[in-house]
């Protein structure tokens, strides 16, 4: 998929690293990449089937509609080739562990694009709380919030489609909120109480949109820690990102106060910030290099996103039947 997702989050920084050659590009504008990107030799190929038949492609980007993930990735998989899929992981649970059971039998490398856990801020805070700076985990509030998705495709508003995206704020942005809150806590959600809903969001005839544009959860940890999730496309100025966590032993705030993206205050109530140079890259990119040159199973594997889609079902569930569900329970 040659399109905003693949040029601004992936392909710039494939062909950078080294080591790394772009052989093959499928999709809307792969000329373009191809021209822009591609190592000498590489192709523009006429269909998946060609793309995936190529000895010279060892691993697969793919950064197309969501309802196309777990097609592309059980083709790529049952081809023999290592697979990096922008998220969500696919569209259904049963999609999303068919491609977790696929990489095992074929012995291929499956990650999924969560991006956040690589952010430098949150590997500090994740080293922090490790450390017991605020002790144990109470409660927490996280939102992620925009304006939305219109003018992000180079091919149309495809977010808004329900066959396309087949759901939306919660598994554009509130998924980055359930990985990293695993991820922070070190625990997993266990069950979730949510309101996934349509607010304010038309198409082009002035109708609502066929998916979601808010959504609010209240999630339980296996560690016994509770809080809020919200994930919203109607925030109508500036974006908001903000991660707190409430410890025994003090607070933790991330990029809830600007010019500050880490906070940690005391029970004193003395505070201690953290300052970072600007990020270049996602992390997700080198990740995903490195496990496949190291052998080793990427941070954000198949399985380990499988954690996440299921808080995303289950939270669309909880939605619909209006009331609390049980997840991740093995």
Same mark, same amino acid.
């Given at each position: 998929? @040659?399109?905003?997702?693949?040029?601004?989050?992936?392909?710039?920084?494939?062909?950078?690293?080294?080591?790394?050659?772009?052989?093959?590009?499928?999709?809307? $504008? %792969?000329?373009?990449?191809?021209?822009?990107?591609?190592?000498?030799?590489?192709?523009?190929?006429?269909?998946?089937?060609?793309?995936? /038949? #190529?000895?010279?492609?060892?691993?697969?980007?793919? @950064?197309?509609p969501n309802?196309?993930? /777990?097609?592309?990735?059980?083709?790529?998989? #049952? /081809?023999?080739?290592?697979?990096?899929?922008?998220?969500?992981? %696919?569209?259904?649970?049963?999609?999303?562990?068919? *491609?977790?059971?696929?990489?095992?039998? &074929?012995?291929?490398?499956? *990650?999924?694009?969560?991006?956040?856990?690589?952010?430098?801020?949150?590997?500090?805070?994740?080293?922090?709380?490790?450390?017991?700076?605020?002790?144990?985990?109470?409660?927490?509030?996280?939102?992620?919030?925009?304006?939305?998705? !219109? +003018?992000?495709?180079?091919?149309? &508003?495809?977010?808004?489609?329900?066959?396309k995206a087949?759901?939306?704020?919660?598994?554009?942005?509130?998924?980055?909120?359930?990985?990293?809150l695993q991820?922070?806590?070190?625990?997993?959600?266990?069950?979730?109480?949510?309101?996934?809903?349509?607010? &304010?969001?038309?198409?082009? !005839?002035?109708?609502?949109?066929?998916?979601?544009?808010?959504?609010?959860?209240?999630? #339980?940890?296996?560690?016994?820690?509770?809080?809020?999730?919200?994930?919203?496309?109607?925030?109508?100025?500036?974006?908001?990102?903000?991660?707190?966590?409430?410890?025994?032993?003090?607070?933790?705030?991330?990029?809830?106060?600007?010019?500050?993206?880490?906070? =940690?205050?005391?029970?004193?109530?003395?505070?201690?910030?953290?300052?970072?140079?600007?990020?270049?890259?996602? +992390? =997700?990119?080198? !990740?995903? =290099?490195?496990?496949?040159?190291?052998?080793?199973?990427?941070?954000?594997?198949?399985?380990?996103?499988?954690?996440? *889609?299921?808080?995303?079902?289950?939270?669309?569930?909880?939605?619909?039947?209006? $009331?609390?569900?049980?997840?991740?329970?093995?």
């Amino acid at each position: 998929g @040659c399109g905003s997702v693949a040029r601004w989050k992936y392909v710039k920084n494939l062909a950078e690293m080294s080591g790394v050659s772009l052989r093959a590009f499928y999709g809307g $504008r %792969a000329e373009e990449f191809q021209q822009q990107y591609g190592a000498p030799g590489s192709a523009v190929c006429r269909d998946l089937a060609e793309f995936l /038949a #190529r000895e010279d492609v060892d691993a697969v980007c793919i @950064c197309t509609p969501n309802n196309s993930h /777990a097609e592309i990735a059980l083709a790529a998989l #049952r /081809a023999r080739k290592h697979v990096l899929c922008e998220k969500p992981m %696919a569209i259904t649970l049963a999609e999303c562990e068919s *491609m977790v059971a696929a990489a095992e039998f &074929n012995g291929k490398h499956l *990650m999924i694009g969560h991006n956040m856990r690589f952010d430098p801020v949150y590997r500090r805070a994740k080293k922090l709380l490790d450390e017991g700076v605020i002790g144990d985990v109470i409660t927490f509030r996280t939102v992620m919030g925009n304006a939305g998705p !219109e +003018g992000w495709s180079m091919d149309g &508003n495809w977010f808004f489609d329900k066959k396309k995206a087949a759901m939306g704020a919660l598994s554009d942005l509130g998924i980055h909120k359930v990985d990293l809150l695993q991820y922070l806590t070190g625990q997993k959600v266990i069950s979730t109480t949510a309101k996934v809903l349509t607010l &304010n969001k038309h198409d082009t !005839e002035g109708r609502p949109i066929g998916v979601d544009d808010n959504a609010l959860c209240i999630l #339980r940890m296996s560690g016994g820690a509770v809080g809020t999730l919200a994930a919203s496309w109607t925030i109508y100025g500036p974006g908001c990102n903000s991660t707190c966590l409430y410890g025994t032993k003090g607070i933790m705030l991330i990029y809830n106060t600007p010019g500050m993206p880490l906070e =940690v205050r005391d029970l004193s109530s003395k505070s201690t910030s953290y300052s970072f140079e600007p990020q270049a890259k996602s +992390g =997700v990119i080198d !990740e995903f =290099v490195n496990a496949l040159l190291e052998n080793r199973d990427p941070e954000v594997s198949g399985r380990e996103a499988l954690t996440t *889609m299921r808080v995303i079902f289950a939270s669309i569930k909880s939605s619909e039947i209006d $009331r609390t569900v049980g997840v991740n329970s093995s």
